[in-house]
Structure formats: structure tokens, C-alpha cells
């Protein structure tokens, strides 16, 4: 089971970037997969969780992050607008059975992360 996140990269404030996340290994689709991001010395928090057809986003994240999914690429996406420099962060995906759930402890397998960087 790998999950494989990518699409990050520099870029200046008030842009946007679309991350992926690939799934591989097996199908998931009875599981939920969400976003994540931590930035240097922060605790990783939640952004926002897809499953089926339902998403499930932080009230804090709402409005600039928005989660989808292809069933057929077996992909989840994270479209990020408005960047700020306040976003700069590593961004990793998980696969969770729970939803929604925004508990770090609730997802069974992570991606690597993909590095943000966000130019004032």
C-alpha cells in the first residue's frame, strides 16, 4: 500500500497549485483520504478529507482549499488558491477507514509529502 504525493513547489503569493495523491497497491475505495500540512515547527493539522462523494474540510481551510477525487486514477487532489506565504508547509496525504475524522491517529498510511513553498 504507497500512497504518492506530488504537485508541490514554489510559488508567489496569490497563486495556485493543485497537489495529487496517487494510491497504488490496492483500491481505496472504502477508505477516506485526506490532506495534511506541517509546517516547520508546527504540529501537522488536518486541511480536508474525501470519501465517496463527501468531503470534509477544516473550518479554518475553507474557502482556498478545495479536495476531489478521480476514482478512475485512483487520485485525490488538493487545489490550493490565494496562496500565502503562511502556507508554506509539507503537505502529505493519508487513507483513513474513519471519516470524517480530522485525528492524525485515525489514518492508517501516509504519504511522503510534498514540499510547499510560498513567496511573499
Known amino acids: 500500500v504507497q500512497l504518492q504525493a506530488s504537485g508541490g513547489g514554489l510559488v508567489q503569493a496569490g497563486g495556485s497549485l493543485r497537489l495529487s495523491c496517487a494510491a497504488s497497491g490496492r483500491t481505496f475505495s472504502n477508505h477516506a483520504v485526506g490532506w495534511f500540512r506541517q509546517a516547520p515547527g508546527k504540529e501537522r493539522e488536518f486541511v480536508a478529507a474525501i470519501r465517496w462523494s463527501s468531503t470534509y474540510t477544516a473550518d479554518s481551510m475553507k474557502g482556498r482549499f478545495t479536495i476531489s477525487k478521480d476514482s478512475d486514477k485512483n487520485t485525490v487532489y488538493l487545489q490550493i488558491n490565494s496562496l500565502k506565504p503562511e502556507d508554506t508547509a509539507v503537505y502529505y496525504c493519508?487513507?483513513?477507514?474513519?471519516?470524517?475524522?480530522?485525528?492524525?491517529?485515525?489514518?492508517?498510511?501516509w504519504g511522503q509529502g510534498t514540499q510547499v513553498t510560498v513567496s511573499s
Open positions: 493519508a487513507a483513513s477507514l474513519r471519516f470524517p475524522t480530522m485525528r492524525r491517529d485515525m489514518y492508517e498510511y
